[in-house]
């Protein structure tokens, strides 16, 4: 129950495209949903977070859309470009937003020029 | 503004042996968390340190254990080391009062 799934393992998409990542929860007492960004060699970078009580949360390129009766929530990378390769984590906490989190497995983006 | 500063940044160590690992906190955090992140995966939490006591564990073995300094600075401990222990281990600083996490760059342990 305190798994946090995360697919597609691994993603390419063409430079300009959109990169959709898709993460699924069981625990209902879950209530911030962070996505990281980690390059090689690097630590994790947090990129956007939503929490339960709004459906969908842009910032700039990146939109987290939230699906609460389906415990799902999802990254969409609009206008990808080769800079946003990277691996790609979503993560969940039942608290504040530091609270201990539940990582996805991750997915490895790479955008082709 | 420094960030999240950890040391070493690499290390190997012999299976049975003992290492320490230690973080530094992005300036203004008073709290530390540490989270293992093995290859091709998720990173794991294993404890927080908040006024230099544990205030949440993962489920990581007595093997791993840790101390906060009055400084905020903390480390992470592993005894007898296992093979399977080889990882990035990630510490992450913010404050006891959200804000989120800031992380480290991480120190990559190889244990043989």
């Known amino acids: 129950q305190q798994q946090v799934k995360q697919s597609p393992q691994s993603l390419i998409v063409q430079k300009g495209g959109i990169s959709i990542i898709n993460c699924a929860y069981e625990?209902?007492?879950?209530?911030?949903f962070p996505w990281y960004q980690q390059f090689p060699g690097k630590g994790p970078a947090l990129l956007i977070a939503i929490r339960p009580d709004v459906s969908e949360k842009k910032e700039g390129r990146f939109t987290i859309s939230f699906n609460k009766s389906a415990k799902q929530f999802s990254l969409h990378i609009m206008d990808s470009q080769p800079g946003d390769s990277a691996t790609y984590f979503c993560a969940a906490s039942a608290g504040d937003s530091s609270y201990k989190l539940i990582f996805g497995s991750g997915t490895r983006l790479l955008v082709r020029p | 503004d420094a960030g999240v500063t950890q040391s070493p940044t690499h290390l190997i160590k012999t299976r049975g042996q003992q290492v320490t690992l230690r973080c530094s906190p992005k300036?203004?955090?008073?709290?530390v968390s540490w989270y293992q992140q093995a290859l091709g995966q998720g990173p794991q939490f294993i404890f927080q340190y908040y006024e230099e006591e544990e205030r949440q564990r993962g489920n990581f073995p007595d093997r791993f254990s840790g101390h906060q300094f009055p400084n905020y600075s903390s480390e992470l401990n592993v005894n007898a080391l296992l093979l399977g222990d080889s990882a990035l281990y990630l510490c992450?600083?913010?404050?006891?009062?959200?804000?989120?996490?800031?992380f480290g760059s991480g120190t990559r342990l190889t244990v043989v």
């Open positions: 625990n209902t007492a879950f209530d911030y």
């Open positions: 300036s203004g955090h008073d709290t």
């Open positions: 992450a600083s913010s404050l006891w009062t959200g804000a989120g996490y800031t």
